[in-house]
């Protein structure tokens, strides 16, 4: 079955960086655009970055541009996020998950196709 296991969260305090990765089985991992998502406390879940299948195109939140990057290793069925200079803002879970591109933006590819999330904890 399709399993994606985030890695890597933690405490870490503001101006700091992590790094995120996701180990993907159970689907042809190369077929796949993915992304990674956030949510907050208190706050919906959103698209923080979005990476295509080939990884020639990537998307980056407003919010995160300049700071974070997304990347993937499609030998080892893996997604990155390298996320740097972090403020308290950017405290959540981050999902990983399988994401589609459609009419000019990015979508959950499917309710079985989610990690079950990291926590990041940013202090000031």
């Known amino acids: 079955q399709v399993q994606l296991v985030e890695s890597g969260g933690g405490l870490v305090q503001a101006g700091g960086s992590l790094r995120l990765s996701c180990a993907a089985s159970?689907?042809?991992?190369?077929?796949?655009?993915m992304g990674w998502f956030r949510q907050a406390p208190g706050k919906e879940r959103e698209l923080s970055a979005a990476?295509?299948?080939?990884?020639?195109?990537?998307y980056l939140a407003d919010s995160v541009k300049g700071r974070f990057i997304i990347s993937r290793d499609n030998v080892k069925n893996m997604v990155s996020l390298q996320m740097n200079s972090l403020k308290p803002e950017d405290t959540a879970v981050y999902y990983c998950?399988?994401?589609?591109?459609?009419?000019?933006?990015?979508?959950?590819?499917?309710?079985?196709?989610w990690g079950k999330g990291s926590l990041v904890t940013v202090s000031a």
């Open positions: 990476i295509s299948w080939s990884g020639g195109t990537t």
């Open positions: 159970g689907f042809t991992f190369i077929n796949y655009d």
């Open positions: 998950a399988a994401v589609r591109q459609f009419g000019g933006s990015w979508r959950p590819y499917g309710a079985g196709y």
